[in-house]
């Protein structure tokens, strides 16, 4: 392999790592509580800017910092589910879905007018590091993006299969008989998601900016991913992030750099067509 | 005949309004109003009377206003004969689409929908030689006159004139999905939208009527992209982005889903707010979200919805 090639897979992995983290909090989302979290990007941004806070104006280390993002998102979706999306238990999926689109705008011209419209970088003192790996070189940062996502990812898929989630998931009105408090239950899925996408947001700040708008390619991407993975399969979402990532940067290598965001379209045609319940998906459809 | 009379009050109104708004900042509005409840309008009959969300209506309204205003710059074609190339491109593209995605069901339609309305702006963004790329399409001329035959020239320079057109298309789209609701097909999607399961074993072909509402709809969203780009007189790829699909699912779910005039009421109401709200103008959208949610969640139904509630309790009916 040419060290172009594989500086390339290595970008794909850096940026699969991004999709995968947020595709999975829409797994989550989605699995337990049937709505499609279209705030989900917005959140990454929202996690991108309490980063780039903790680390500007209270001169706090960039691992502090990442706490943060975590910390503050999940309270966020605490409160999210609490206030928004419980009260819509009994109505059709759709309203949740336009409830989340409401998110949406509420976060994007939250972070507008508190932040301005300027592109801002949260400063991470592993981004001037260079590592060496098989011949590619790349930033600290990057590979702190790779190793956090994944150990993050790994961590929670872990606590899901030991969890009541897993339950709530499978199906609501069983675990409600068990003795499930799935509200709760609801309440910490969301935590959880929205606190993926707030790392994903942070960890991305360092390579590529942090603006209001950041959140929109993001979560449409996610949503490719879900569907690409099967909906409400967390495997499939990690994976489908990856394999994402990947047909980006080697589409952008060999195919086209314009047309790098309408590959995800391209992939969807596809499975789609192919397999519509997606690659880790039941045959439900 | 008592029917009737809120009609004929409401239409008068809509007729007479050049006379009546005097401000030109607000008539400007207006025609932006009526041009968005078309866009509704068109919308409405996929989500509200048949319930699928479609999130690619901002693309084929870019479709169309792009259609028509290339072959209007680039090719000098008359104006009214741009207009069934704009709308067909639209429904074919709605076709293709609903062809691939209308076996799915529910979110993964729209997100399918979504996805697809990136792609078109990404196109119309990055495809310069055809459509100068994100400078857009600037000074789009006016609609071409038409000639009376010897009553002089029907002209539409100005905007009481556009404001006309835009009117008309409106009421033909009105009166078209009324019609198509009270027919056959209306009570086919209707009877979709409550129980798609029972739909299908009473003998409905659920992927044939979805089709056929999904690129009706594309196509009248594609005559409102028409209509705009030729009052705007600029359009750029950003008007075929995902936003503009977005504030007409706005429209419709303030205004009242699946209801008659729910579509044109919300865009009117949402239009003219921020004007009344003039105060508040740089939170405008925030306030918007919220708004979103709360009628989500405490009047599920929109405004023409939750005045129809309270007109029957009202009436005791």
């Known amino acids: 392999m040419s060290p172009f090639l594989i500086q390339q897979v290595a970008n794909g992995i850096m940026v699969g790592s991004i999709y995968a983290l947020i595709a999975m909090g829409v797994a989550m989302i989605y699995g337990v509580m049937n709505v499609p979290d279209f705030a989900l990007g917005a959140k990454a941004m929202l996690g991108g800017y309490v980063a780039f806070l903790f680390t500007a104006t209270f001169q706090q280390s960039y691992g502090v910092a990442l706490i943060g993002s975590i910390v503050v998102l999940g309270l966020l979706g605490i409160g999210v589910e609490r206030w928004i999306f419980r009260p819509l238990a009994g109505a059709p999926p759709i309203n949740g879905f336009i409830s989340s689109f409401g998110l949406l705008l509420v976060f994007e011209n939250f972070a507008l007018l508190a932040f301005g419209s300027?592109?801002?970088?949260?400063?991470?003192?592993?981004?001037?590091?260079?590592?060496?790996?098989?011949?590619?070189?790349?930033?600290?940062?990057?590979?702190?993006?790779?190793?956090?996502?994944?150990?993050?990812?790994?961590?929670?898929?872990?606590?899901?299969?030991?969890t009541a989630i897993r339950a709530v998931a499978q199906n609501r009105r069983g675990a409600l008989l068990c003795g499930i408090h799935t509200e709760r239950i609801a309440g910490v899925t969301m935590a959880l998601g929205s606190a993926l996408a707030g790392v994903a947001g942070a960890l991305v700040g360092p390579i590529a900016m942090v603006y209001p708008t950041m959140g929109e390619t993001l979560i449409v991407k996610a949503f490719v991913i879900t569907i690409l993975g099967g909906m409400g399969s967390i495997v499939g979402a990690i994976v489908g992030g990856y394999i994402l990532g990947l047909i980006e940067a080697l589409g952008a290598m060999y195919v086209s750099v314009d047309y790098k965001d309408a590959f995800a379209f391209g992939l969807l045609v596809l499975v789609l067509t192919v397999r519509p319940q997606g690659l880790f998906g039941k045959a439900a459809r | 005949m008592r029917q009737a009379a809120p009609w004929i009050i409401g239409g008068a109104i809509a007729v007479a309004a050049p006379f009546l708004v005097t401000n030109g900042y607000l008539f400007h509005l207006l025609i932006i109003a009526v041009i968005w409840s078309i866009l509704a309008t068109s919308l409405n009959l996929v989500l509200g009377y048949t319930g699928l969300l479609s999130l690619a209506h901002g693309a084929f309204f870019g479709l169309g206003a792009y259609c028509s205003a290339l072959l209007v710059t680039?090719?000098?074609?008359?104006?009214?004969?741009?207009?069934?190339?704009?709308?067909?491109?639209?429904?074919?593209?709605?076709?293709?689409?609903?062809?691939?995605?209308?076996?799915?069901?529910?979110?993964?339609?729209?997100?399918?929908?979504?996805?697809?309305?990136?792609?078109?702006?990404?196109?119309?963004?990055?495809?310069?030689?055809?459509?100068?790329?994100?400078?857009?399409?600037?000074?789009?001329?006016?609609?071409?006159?038409?000639?009376?035959?010897?009553?002089?020239?029907?002209?539409?320079?100005?905007?009481?004139?556009?404001?006309?057109?835009?009117?008309?298309?409106?009421?033909?789209?009105?009166?078209?999905?009324?019609?198509?609701?009270?027919?056959?097909?209306?009570?086919?999607?209707?009877?979709?939208?409550?129980?798609?399961?029972?739909?299908?074993?009473?003998?409905?072909?659920?992927?044939?009527y979805k089709l056929l509402a999904f690129s009706m709809s594309a196509a009248m969203a594609g005559l409102a992209g028409v209509l705009y780009s030729v009052y705007i007189t600029y359009i750029n790829p950003i008007d075929a982005g995902l936003w503009n699909g977005f504030y007409a699912v706005m429209y419709i779910v303030i205004g009242g889903m699946g209801t008659f005039l729910g579509p044109v009421v919300g865009t009117l109401f949402l239009v003219t707010l921020p004007e009344l709200l003039r105060a508040f103008q740089d939170y405008r959208l925030l306030l918007l979200g919220i708004l979103l949610i709360l009628t989500m969640t405490f009047l599920p139904q929109g405004i023409v919805g939750g005045a129809r509630t309270l007109h029957r309790r009202w009436t005791g009916r």
């Open chain 1, 118 to 162: 300027t592109y801002r970088r949260i400063l991470s003192p592993f981004d001037r590091q260079v590592v060496h790996v098989l011949g590619a070189s790349l930033t600290m940062q990057r590979l702190i993006v790779v190793v956090v996502a994944i150990a993050t990812m790994v961590g929670l898929h872990l606590f899901i299969r030991f």
């Open chain 2, 74 to 208: 680039k090719a000098e074609w008359n104006f009214w004969a741009t207009i069934p190339p704009a709308m067909a491109v639209a429904a074919a593209f709605g076709t293709l689409l609903g062809l691939l995605t209308l076996r799915l069901s529910g979110h993964y339609f729209a997100i399918s929908t979504l996805s697809f309305g990136i792609v078109v702006s990404l196109v119309l963004e990055k495809w310069d030689d055809l459509t100068e790329g994100p400078r857009g399409i600037s000074s789009i001329p006016a609609p071409t006159p038409i000639d009376l035959f010897g009553w002089g020239t029907l002209d539409f320079e100005s905007n009481t004139s556009k404001y006309y057109l835009a009117l008309l298309a409106l009421a033909l789209c009105l009166l078209f999905v009324w019609r198509l609701v009270h027919s056959p097909i209306g009570r086919a999607l209707e009877a979709m939208r409550q129980n798609e399961l029972l739909a299908a074993c009473l003998g409905v072909n659920l992927v044939f």
